[in-house]
């Protein structure tokens, strides 16, 4: 047998264990509405924020005109890269460095990145400058080539031609 509880029929009032309370009062969705719409963002502001497209068409032909956009700017990047130097340019005007042919590699060959080859070069031309200084330091000075007997003693090695 069904209780009294279990009746479908039975008003939600006539249940104690029911609230009948309503989920949000109206005035009190009115006003979260109204405050809601005081601080939505203007057309202006969504379309800055590509939220809204900034377009004059009409609803039903704004997808065709994307991709008409994106197809011009897939032929302009086309266009451009077409126009863009070849490798053996950029390595004949020394923009890049690449291997010598025969297949041996040229002095200056480096398989460093495009990015990172001015910065090697700089520190190879530091490396160079120290290893001379270096050089220049431990030489013999004209005394020592005297007794070495590789300078006379009437030759001076500092004097001008």
Do not use: C, F, W
């Amino acid at each position: 047998m069904a209780s009294s509880t279990d009746n479908p029929t039975d008003k939600p009032s006539d249940n104690p264990s029911v609230d009948t309370t309503p989920i949000s009062p109206t005035l009190e969705r009115q006003t979260s509405l109204e405050k809601h719409l005081q601080t939505r963002p203007e057309e202006k502001d969504l379309k800055n924020r590509h939220i809204l497209l900034d377009t004059t068409a009409a609803p039903a032909l704004q997808a065709r005109a994307a991709e008409l956009e994106r197809q011009r700017i897939t032929d302009n990047l086309k266009k451009g890269l077409s126009k863009r130097s070849g490798k053996e340019e950029l390595v004949e005007s020394m923009l890049i460095l690449s291997l010598a042919t025969g297949g041996e590699a040229r002095e200056d060959y480096t398989t460093a990145a495009p990015g990172l080859q001015a910065q090697q070069r700089e520190l190879q031309k530091h490396m160079r400058a120290n290893s001379l200084e270096k050089q220049l330091q431990s030489r013999p000075n004209p005394e020592d080539l005297v007794k070495g007997g590789i300078l006379q003693k009437d030759e001076s090695p500092l004097a001008d031609s």
